[in-house]
């Protein structure tokens, strides 16, 4: 099962994907976790995108694809993987496209959670206060809610063409969210 949760920023994929991981023994995916983790560690990718990063900028296309397909090959067998934050762009949905089917596989399934402007807002601001993620900051995500719609939000119609995506109401509580997601992933399998 390759499953891409789609969403913008604080639309809680990364929860919703840590509950497929212990539940279903699928392996996560996040490029925004991978990245952070190279920043974290002082490696040189991490210092080429710390920048970007804090903009709420989109890191190239390139870095992402190769973190990506670096951990396909290492956690091949996997009896799933769930794509957080990724594809963000064209470039990116065709690059994964082309390293599933080198594998004999496809994009099987893509929930879009749905979530309005305000509320992602009120999250995220409740992030910031718990977490103090940087780039959570107000006038941050607002950059990063802009590149959502611009640069992300174009890969809804070509996955609804292709009859692969689904929408759930994100707005609900993690549990409800949660029973949505599972319909889903039921229904297409
Ligand atoms: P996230 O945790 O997914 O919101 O990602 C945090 C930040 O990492 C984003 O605002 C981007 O700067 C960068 N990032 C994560 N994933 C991608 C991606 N697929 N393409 C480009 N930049 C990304």
């Known amino acids: 099962m390759n499953l891409i949760l789609f969403g913008p920023p604080a639309a809680g994929k990364g929860t919703q994907a840590k509950r497929l ?7 996560q995916l996040s490029t ?7 920043r974290a560690s002082g490696s040189e990718l991490g210092q080429r995108v710390a920048r970007i990063m804090d903009e709420g900028g989109l890191v190239s296309d390139q870095i992402v694809i190769d973190l990506i397909n670096e951990q ?14 990724f594809p963000r762009t064209i470039g990116q949905a065709e690059a994964l496209d082309s390293l599933l089917q080198s594998r004999g596989e496809q994009v099987d399934l893509v929930i879009r ?11 995220v601001t409740k992030r ?4 103090g993620r940087a780039d959570d900051n107000p006038a941050t995500f607002s950059r990063r809610l ?18 692969v995506l689904v929408e759930v109401d994100g707005m609900g509580t993690v ?15």
Do not use: C, H, N, W
């Open 21 to 27: 991981v212990e539940l279903r023994g699928f392996v």
């Open 32 to 38: 925004g976790d991978m990245l952070r983790a190279a």
């Open 72 to 85: 396909l090959t290492a956690r091949a067998g996997a009896p799933g993987f769930i794509f957080d934050g």
């Open 113 to 123: 959670m749905r979530v309005d402007d305000e509320r992602l807002l009120t999250r």
């Open 128 to 131: 910031f206060e718990e977490q």
């Open 146 to 163: 802009e590149r959502y719609y611009e640069d992300t939000a174009p890969l809804v119609p070509l996955y609804a063409e292709r009859g």
């Open 175 to 189: 549990d409800t969210v949660a029973a949505s997601i599972d319909a889903a992933l039921k229904q297409s399998a």
